[in-house]
């Protein structure tokens, strides 16, 4: 079939089959995309975290997870692409893969509009543009009515920790921060200079923050948790109105085809 150059989020130039049918994915958001394009039948490997679909996903061998993947168990997969992403998995795995003649391919989407270009670049690889410019075009529509939406209001400040003891927040060369701001939240961390900032409780107080997100995973935020923020519950504006929302953490971070229900369903916690 022949191969085809392309150059990924590294500028890595990658020759991958023109066809490739035996897909690995190093990304759980990546793996949901494979599947919503078609390609259930010509994936070989997931990592232990890909948990979605939950029901077709069970059934294909895991190959370990994003930081410590079986690398002996992937070439006896025999994959002719592998898909990776530049913060989740380590690049001393990818090179060793390079190494074993595998294409890897590597992707690191920072915004939401980039997320939306990833599935696009996967169907135009895996050789389903049909159907990825489908769910990228409705994506997009609704990308452009929550902004224009958004765009009308004030931005809400808006606290999203991704961790705790220490509480850590994320700031604006994050993806979940651009979702954020799509959504009309002005993320009061983007400032910062690390891009998972180490923050205190006394810090958010200090910055009337309106709207708290509280994200399942990578930490599991549970309302047990609001006891941190009992100490502050008289002048932090999002204790005092109740707007403290627990979510699904893949509406935070999952790019792909769930971009859509990400973006309505943080418009409307942000909603003033």
């Known amino acids: 079939m022949g191969t085809m150059e392309v150059v990924d989020a590294a500028g890595r130039r990658v020759d991958i089959p023109v066809f490739p049918s035996r897909i690995i994915s190093l990304v759980p958001s990546i793996t949901e995309t494979l599947f919503a394009l078609g390609l259930e039948d010509r994936i ?3 990592t232990r975290y890909c948990a979605e ?11 370990g997870g994003q930081k410590n993947p079986d690398l002996t168990k992937m070439q006896f997969l025999h994959p002719d692409l592998i898909l990776a992403n530049i913060e989740e998995n380590r690049r001393e795995d990818v090179e060793t893969l390079e190494a074993m003649g595998i294409a890897v391919y590597t ?11 990833m599935i696009r ?9 049909g ?13 452009q009515e929550i902004s224009k939406d958004a765009a009308r209001q004030r931005p809400v400040r808006v606290f999203c920790p991704i961790w705790r003891k220490p509480y850590m927040s994320i700031n604006g060369d994050t993806y979940i921060h651009d979702v954020v701001r799509t959504c009309g939240g002005d993320n009061i961390f983007a400032e910062k200079t690390d891009r998972y900032p ?7 107080a200090d910055l009337g923050v309106e709207v708290i997100i509280l994200p399942d995973e990578p930490y599991p935020f549970h309302p047990r948790h609001l006891v941190d923020f009992q100490p502050f519950e008289g002048f932090v504006p999002a204790l005092r109105t109740g707007r403290v929302h627990f979510v699904d953490g893949k509406l935070l971070s999952w790019y792909g085809p769930r971009i859509g229900e990400s973006l309505r369903t943080l418009r409307s916690f942000l909603l003033s």
């Open 198 to 204: 180490k923050v205190s409780l006394a810090e958010v």
């Open 107 to 117: 992707t690191y989407p920072r915004t939401v509009e980039q997320g939306i270009a």
């Open 121 to 129: 670049d996967i169907g135009r690889m895996t050789g389903t543009e």
């Open 44 to 46: 070989v490997g997931v």
């Open 53 to 63: 679909p939950s029901t077709k996903v069970a059934e294909k061998p895991k190959v």
């Open 131 to 143: 159907k990825a410019d489908a769910i990228a075009f409705t994506i997009e529509s609704l990308y």
